[in-house]
């Protein structure tokens, strides 16, 4: 911050002119005397070195630092005085215009060009113009060969378009309709699957049996309807997929079943159970064995009226 400048009483002072003079710091200076003021005040009030303060009024820029702490000095010394900073730096800019050239290259470093560039331009270039000669003599030879060997219109044999009557032969047969492909069993997952189940649920000698005993046994999560409000369970053997459709035509069940798991279908229900697989769910009416789902869609209807199935006899022992 800079402080007021005090002037004697009755002492007239000169119109604040930072355009007179030489130049700015001559300016500079004849306010500085009229005002009474000595080098010391100015260093003072700017914290200036007196040697600084000097040679801005003889404007001698090789005793002075870089060009923007001399600005910064410019300014604080025509604030001291009580003049606009921006006119003192604006006459020095007049004054002393900014000359700066850029930077000089370092001494003793000479460009030279890589060697290896310029090889590598002359082969592009001889590469090039071997291409374009070689595309320019094999459009020759076409052209030649066109010309020799080119066969006139009139000679072209003739399209012969059949007239009369034409017959068709008989239509293809429709192809068989499948819901799903065939589900894919892992070479070996079979065994290991059944390994944790009895040996009552593996056993496939007759896929249209059921294979799992005359009751229904729990044996994993049950879906659907709660324990009571239904007559009719399918259960499954094997992991497969599962869809159950409802009355209306909408999926009421459709997911990814494991083995032993099982759902109930609500009573008076009219659903319909959908499997990709044939033998896989086995079906229970009042707990009771009704055989197995086969693939595609089944009626919950016709699992009602499927008879029971009776109990495997256990084999004859052998002689």
Do not use: C
Request: aromatic share 6%.
């Amino acid at each position: 911050m800079t402080e007021e400048v005090e002037m004697p009483a009755g002492a007239a002072l000169p119109a604040p002119d930072l355009q007179g003079g030489e130049h700015v710091g001559a300016a500079l200076r004849t306010l500085r005397e009229a005002r009474g003021l000595s080098i010391a005040d100015i260093t003072a009030r700017t914290r200036i070195r007196p040697a600084h303060v000097e040679a801005i009024e003889s404007l001698s820029l090789e005793d002075l630092p870089s060009r923007p702490f001399t600005i910064g000095y410019l300014r604080a010394y025509a604030q001291a005085l009580g003049l606009p900073g921006d006119a003192a730096i604006a006459r020095f800019k007049a004054d002393d215009p900014d000359r700066n050239d850029g930077l000089r290259p370092p001494v003793g470093v000479r460009r030279m060009a890589d060697p290896r560039l310029r090889l590598m331009l002359f082969a592009g270039l001889l590469i090039l113009s071997a291409i374009f000669a070689w595309n320019l003599i094999r459009r020759g030879s076409l052209h030649e060969v066109s010309q020799g060997s080119a066969t006139p219109v009139s000679e072209a044999p003739a399209l012969r378009t059949p007239t009369g009557p034409m017959t068709l032969g008989a239509p293809l047969p429709a192809p068989v309709e499948s819901n799903a492909p065939p589900a894919y069993l892992t070479p070996g997952l079979e065994s290991v699957l059944s390994a944790a189940l009895p040996e009552t649920l593996t056993s496939r000698e007759d896929p249209t049996l059921l294979d799992m005993g005359e009751t229904f046994v729990p044996r994993g999560e049950i879906y659907g309807a709660p324990a009571g409000s239904g007559r009719i369970v399918v259960q499954a053997r094997r992991p497969t997929t599962l869809i159950v459709w409802g009355p209306d035509g909408a999926a009421w069940f459709a997911r990814k079943v494991a083995a032993g798991d099982a759902y109930r279908a609500p009573s008076g229900a009219a659903v319909v159970f959908e499997t990709v697989e044939a033998g896989v769910m086995a079906a229970f009416v009042e707990g009771q064995a009704r055989g197995v789902l086969p693939s595609g869609r089944t009626p919950a209807s016709a699992l009602a009226t499927a008879p029971p199935v009776p109990a495997r006899s256990a084999p004859a022992p052998k002689p």
